[in-house]
């Protein structure tokens, strides 16, 4: 038997930031040599809200270059951007016409995203689960690596399986592949630097409540410095009343590769400000290697480029074979 298939992505809607990083890249480089991987930049996933047209592209390869520059091994896995292979828009409609609507609009992402967009919340918001079905699904992914908060959309996909193989295949003979959740329970959600209780996101309007994988020093520097801690003198893991302080002391685990034992009892007596001096240069040293090779990444403009090709040429053939597959089980004609 062969390596099971893995499928992820990332948005291109502004830098990836150590949510991004040790939530999910840094867990497919550590793992990647386990598997066959597919990794696709998800830019249609980036307008089911508000985006800036001008800068999407170039967003696009600097999350291209991101995932090099983080460790991602081309003998290991492909890398590849979603909007180049058509297949995805087209499955996504085959799969919009057996989805119920109320599989929709249980979703929780889609109820919290739609409280902040108001009457502008658009039927791609909805939608976009069907859409991250068909990206996973035209490719025969065995796992799926996500966060906590993603596995309902995983769910949903499996949902969306066991539908289409039930109306249009058979046991002997399904026509798709039923994937599964691989989730990292460690690191699996950073929290913001503002507000433990939140996930750092892209779409936080402050930019202090992340630190960006391309941040300077002195950016990283002055984001950790003013990050909200409590008033307590003395560092926990796992108090539920210290939010703020299990989220920071965690991502210095994850950065400085220390146990978390060790961790405990190196910070259980420092204060706030010894430890985000800490904190800031296990950060900065950290984040050193993958901004360099990044740099090293984008001034070889050609050698990105020839990457995305050989990836969107390796993808798009078994994404089209996939979709293929559907259409025929659905009834469709082959072209003539």
């Given amino acids: 038997m062969g390596k099971k298939r893995v499928l992820s992505g990332v948005q291109p809607t502004g830098n990836l930031h150590l949510g ?11 793992a990647q040599s386990q598997y066959e991987n597919f990794f696709c930049v998800v830019d249609l996933h980036a307008i089911t809200v508000p985006h800036n047209p001008a800068t999407l592209a170039a967003d696009t390869y600097t999350i291209a270059a991101l995932y090099l520059a983080c460790g991602v091994d081309l003998n290991d896995a492909t890398i590849f951007v979603q909007s180049h292979i058509p297949a995805h828009c087209e499955l996504t409609w085959l799969f919009n016409c057996i989805t119920p609507i109320n599989w929709l609009e249980r979703m929780i992402q889609f109820k919290e995203k739609a409280l902040k967009q108001g009457e502008n919340v658009s039927t791609g918001l909805l939608d976009y689960p069907v859409l991250m079905a068909a990206d996973i699904l035209l490719y025969d992914a065995d796992l799926v690596p996500v966060g906590e908060d993603q596995k309902q959309h995983i769910e949903l996909t499996r949902d969306i399986v066991i539908r289409i193989n039930d109306q249009y295949g058979s046991k002997k003979k399904p026509v798709l592949k039923l994937p599964e959740p691989l989730i990292r329970k460690e690191g699996a959600r950073v929290m913001s630097l503002t507000d433990g209780t939140k996930k750092m996101s892209k779409s936080d309007p402050s930019e202090m409540s992340r630190i960006n994988l391309l941040d300077a020093p002195e950016e990283i520097q002055k984001k950790i410095k003013r990050c909200k801690t409590d008033p307590i003198k003395g560092l926990e893991f796992d108090n539920p009343e210290r939010p703020e ?3 920071l002391l965690t991502l210095y685990t994850l950065l400085s590769g220390k146990t978390k034992e060790a961790v405990a009892a190196e910070c259980q007596d420092m204060g706030w400000g010894q430890f985000k001096a ?3 240069e296990a950060t900065i040293e950290a984040l050193k290697p993958i901004q360099q090779n990044y740099q090293a990444v984008m001034e070889d403009k050609g050698y990105l480029e020839s990457v995305l090709r050989q990836g969107r040429e390796k993808a798009e053939a078994i994404a089209l074979s ?5 259409k025929t089980a659905m009834g469709y004609s082959t072209p003539l």
């Fill in 278 to 280: 800490v904190l800031s």
């Fill in 245 to 247: 302080c299990n989220n």
């Fill in 20 to 30: 991004n990083y040790l939530g999910a890249i840094r867990n497919w480089v550590e």
């Fill in 322 to 326: 996939t979709l293929s597959r559907v």
